[in-house]
Structures are given as structure tokens and as C-alpha cells.
């Protein structure tokens, strides 16, 4: 069964940058995340060994 949750929009503002981005709405006991979507718009990825975000690098075609 699917559980369903609501879908709404927040605006984050980091030291990288600040822009608007899809959020699912969490329920009670569920823990923060910072999803994948919302580090593409930032333009941030994830660093593996250094648990730190990183700038992405682009690449012009």
C-alpha cells in the first residue's frame, strides 16, 4: 500500500545560494532530508568521503 504525502514548495537559503524547491511534507517521526531535487537546483552534489556538499561541475554543450 502508498502511503501518500502532501507536496508543497519552500525556499532555502544555504551560504551556496538561495532558490525554491518541490518539498514532500514529512509526518510526525519522519526525519529531515535534503533530497537530491533540491541539491540539483542549488547546483550542490554530495562529496562521499568528505560529507560535505560540494559546487556541481557543469558542462557546456
Do not use: C, W, Y
Not at 10 to 15: A, E, F, G, I
Not at 34 to 46: M, N, S, T
Amino acid at each position: 500500500m502508498l502511503n501518500k504525502r502532501a507536496v508543497s514548495e519552500v525556499h532555502l537559503r544555504l551560504p551556496e545560494g538561495e532558490r525554491h524547491t518541490p518539498v514532500i511534507l514529512g509526518e510526525p517521526g519522519d526525519q529531515a532530508l535534503l533530497g537530491v531535487v533540491a541539491l540539483e537546483i542549488l547546483g550542490l552534489v554530495p562529496h562521499p568521503f568528505k560529507r560535505t556538499l560540494e559546487p556541481m561541475r557543469t558542462i557546456l554543450a
